[in-house]
């Protein structure tokens, strides 16, 4: 059975001032999701689930949907703000999504198979797909799921401050915890974060972070309905909290009724956070076209 490809679009990018999903950054049009389904496809990956808004629905099927009809199997799934919330009433005056979390949970009733999670602008690596699919083939007990570990130097901005979700593995690989750390950033020839109290904290770029890259069973998707609908309960009058996957795969870990193996890669990532990202990301993918990597043209 082929795994299938969960892509997390419904973001709205505040940070970037648009809709970075659709903004284009390769030589002939193509949007870096175009190059993460390249690579998915390569890797064997045999359907395609978008989760994205009602809102920009049909600009997204015509620009990026439509593209895809006859190499996979695509479906969409839409993540609203009354979205798997059961008789939970949105708080007045609330427009920000649910978060990562809840973009999984929206599209449990399209996928019955192993499949991998990844955010819509995000670069990842053929590796990176390579390697998570090899493991969802590969016969294992239900509480098992994986993900892919950046080393923290690799996925910084330039331009600003990120967040990013920092691991700690036992010696088999497996994880420990994962942290967020927000306000991730180069302070001159250091990384540093901001702790809860405002203050700079040293890290050493060496670290393993979490950029999204899941390998999961369907099981997952009851587990995080329950912390989801925990999350409402504690969270139910806030405009901005946000239940996210980390936070989702940690507590789990904690709780002892997961367990996810950390595969390594050396994979430069990229993404779009801030518009001034964009110059770099095409520059990347230029670079990687001159190699080989790409076509120069990616779809015919």
Request: overall charge positive; aromatic content about 10%; proline content about 4%.
């Given at each position: 059975m082929k795994p299938t490809?969960?892509?997390?679009?419904?973001?709205?990018?505040?940070?970037?001032?648009?809709?970075?999903?659709?903004?284009?950054?390769g030589p002939n049009g193509e949007i870096l999701l175009d190059y993460a389904v390249y690579d998915a496809l390569?890797?064997?990956?045999?359907?395609?689930?978008?989760?994205?808004r009602h809102y920009f629905e049909d600009a997204f099927r015509k620009t990026i949907g439509s593209k895809y009809n006859g190499l996979a199997e695509t479906v969409y799934a839409y993540q609203e703000l009354d979205s798997y919330v059961a008789d939970f009433e949105v708080p007045s005056g609330r427009s920000k999504p649910w978060g990562t979390g809840h973009a999984v949970i929206v599209a449990k009733d399209a996928i019955?198979?192993?499949f991998a999670v990844i955010n819509a602008d995000d670069f990842y690596g053929a590796e990176?797909?390579?390697?998570?699919?090899?493991?969802?083939?590969?016969?294992?007990?239900?509480?098992?799921?994986?993900?892919?570990?950046?080393?923290?130097?690799?996925?910084?901005?330039?331009?600003?401050?990120?967040?990013?979700?920092?691991?700690?593995?036992?010696?088999?690989?497996?994880?420990?915890?994962?942290?967020?750390?927000?306000?991730?950033?180069?302070?001159?020839?250091?990384?540093?974060?901001?702790?809860?109290?405002?203050?700079?904290?040293?890290l050493t770029g060496n670290e393993v972070v979490s950029m999204n890259l899941w390998g999961f069973k369907p099981p997952i998707f009851g587990h995080f309905q329950r912390l989801f609908n925990d999350f409402l309960k504690e969270h139910d009058t806030a405009l901005d909290w946000e239940f996210f996957i980390p936070s989702a795969i940690n507590d789990l870990i904690v709780l002892g009724e997961i367990r996810v193996r950390v595969l390594s890669t050396p994979a430069d990532w990229f993404g779009l956070t801030y518009q001034r990202d964009k110059a770099i990301v095409s520059a990347a993918i230029r670079k990687l076209i001159e190699q080989g990597r790409y076509p120069e043209r990616l779809w015919k």
């Open positions: 490809l969960l892509i997390l679009a419904g973001g709205m990018g505040n940070r970037y001032g648009g809709l970075k999903q659709i903004d284009r950054v390569g890797a064997g990956f045999g359907k395609i689930v978008f989760v994205i019955n198979e192993p990176s797909f390579k390697s998570i699919t090899t493991y969802l083939g590969r016969p294992g007990p239900d509480d098992e799921y994986y993900m892919i570990g950046y080393r923290l130097r690799n996925t910084l901005s330039e331009y600003g401050q990120l967040c990013r979700g920092v691991c700690q593995c036992d010696e088999n690989c497996l994880l420990r915890s994962i942290v967020e750390r927000k306000g991730v950033k180069r302070s001159g020839n250091l990384i540093c974060y901001l702790d809860e109290t405002g203050q700079e904290r040293p």
